[in-house]
């Protein structure tokens, strides 16, 4: 059976998807979310949100599999499980940027040219070791 890890490796180097959609994009069976949806979803979100190079698009994707986690999704009472869902991003970001000393593509894009790069598989292999860490890719 393939690993998380394996499927987003995958998801990154052979069928191409940027950072944010490998790491996303590996959660969506699990947890009963079209993949076609949420590629679509993520598709500007690479190389630093749309090639802005600002938040790392598998830190990005880290992100929103924690929301889709995390979240009571009680439309009603949207309140619920915010401030317990910013908690776990501001720990999975402390956690990332432990590892690879910054979550901004302009510092953690150290080569150059077309993707898949190597720098980017390994930000994608972080994001989810960080997600398996704190246990989120197991709910």
Do not use: H, W
């Amino acid at each position: 059976m393939e690993t998380n890890r394996q499927k987003a490796e995958r998801n990154f180097m052979e069928k191409r998807y940027n950072c944010c959609q490998s790491v996303v994009c590996t959660y969506c069976e699990k947890y009963g979310v079209s993949e076609r949806d949420v590629f679509r979803m993520t598709e500007g979100f690479g190389l630093g949100m749309g090639g802005l190079m600002d938040t790392c698009g598998a830190v990005t994707g880290m992100f929103l599999v924690i929301g889709l986690v995390n979240s009571a999704g009680d439309m009603d009472q949207p309140l619920l499980t915010k401030m317990d869902t910013y908690e776990k991003l501001r720990k999975a970001a402390e956690l990332f940027r432990e590892k690879k000393g910054s979550v901004y593509c302009r510092d953690l894009l150290t080569q150059k040219g077309p993707q898949p790069l190597p720098c980017c598989a390994e930000c994608v292999e972080t994001a989810i070791e960080v997600l398996e860490e704190m246990g989120l890719d197991s709910r």
